[in-house]
């Protein structure tokens, strides 16, 4: 095959793989698996705050647990000095005081301690309830690809033929050659080579005059097109 047929062969192989990743993309199982996937990143973030949160929680919950032990502590080591050894009337209330304050720190700690818990449970239940939705999606995410892989696999393997067929013909191609087709399919959304039988382009249409006509009938087989800028391939007219 030569090179100006290898290179209208490449854009139809290019345009058939456009048309088929396009069905592809469009077939409502990717539709499920991109919405999938948005929820999945939501759900991480959403998670990682969760987590983030429930941990704070477990740190105050110990915190607490400690203060509160630290003032037993203290209250029994007051409790044991009263019952130890006689203590004078000002000893007696002073002793009597410090108890009540411990007390009053104890039931703040204890208070605070019930908030605490009760917001460490509404973080595990909202941690819970993430996992089992990641659970849910997950599920649904190898649902949906088992089903898309099924559907769509005559669809792929087509892909996969062309694809193949693709590597070969851009090994037929120069460096140069390529590199303007590359150029022109990002220029003309993947319309980058014409062809010319007669006096009319393939693609853009217009007339060529007599004298540019002639013109691009003796010079090389790939050129350029003097009004769309496509690459044109000039064909062996009248064959």
Known sequence: MSEASS??????????????RSTLA???QQE????????KKKLAGQMKQIVGQRKDAETELADNAADHDKIVGITEEVHAEVNERAQSFRQVRDLETQLTALAKRQEKLEFVRTELEQNYERLMKAERNARDLEERLNAEEKAQTESYEQSSADLRAQVRTLETEREALVAQLSDEVLASYDDAVKRFGGLAVESLTSNVPSTCRVKLQPAIFQKLTRGPRITECPYCHRILVVMEIGA
């Not at 290179?7 to 088929?20: G, K």
């Not at 499920?32 to 929820?39: E, F, G, Y």
């Open 32 to 39: 499920k698996l991109r919405a999938i996937a948005l929820a």
């Open 26 to 28: 469009a077939m409502p």
């Open 7 to 20: 290179l209208l062969r490449l854009q139809e192989v290019d345009l058939q793989l456009m048309r088929l």
